[in-house]
């Protein structure tokens, strides 16, 4: 009796564990095709913000934004504006050097580990 329960409780967790396993690939199956499809109509339309995103070459980042671009919504009083290397906010170009902080001498002391090898 116990060894025909052992394996109905076995059949029923394998059959458990097939169902998760089936819908789980079925629902990434179903979202991978989606997501590409999505891909390929952002590729296909005049992208976001009014022109202000182009495909990139980079197949993984899709768009990026347009070098020295500018996007107004004046609906909503919003806009966004790019420098020359396609990022939002100023170029950062300065002549001044940043200000970092090296000490003078550096400490004697050190750290001695024992390292066991074959």
Request: proline letters at 3%.
């Amino acid at each position: 009796m116990r060894n025909a329960s052992t394996k109905r409780a076995v059949l029923v967790l394998l059959g458990t564990l097939l169902a998760i396993v089936v819908c789980v690939g079925t629902y990434e199956l179903v979202e991978g095709v989606r997501y590409e499809q999505w891909k390929e109509g952002h590729r296909n339309s005049q992208g976001w913000f009014g022109g202000l995103t182009i495909q990139s070459s980079n197949p993984v980042l899709i768009w990026e934004y347009r070098t020295n671009g500018l996007y107004e919504n004046t609906a909503l009083d919003y806009s966004i504006r790019t420098n020359r290397f396609g990022f939002r906010g100023s170029d950062g170009v300065t002549e001044e050097k940043p200000a970092v902080n090296v000490p003078k001498k550096c400490s004697k002391k050190r750290i001695r580990g024992f390292f066991i090898s074959d």
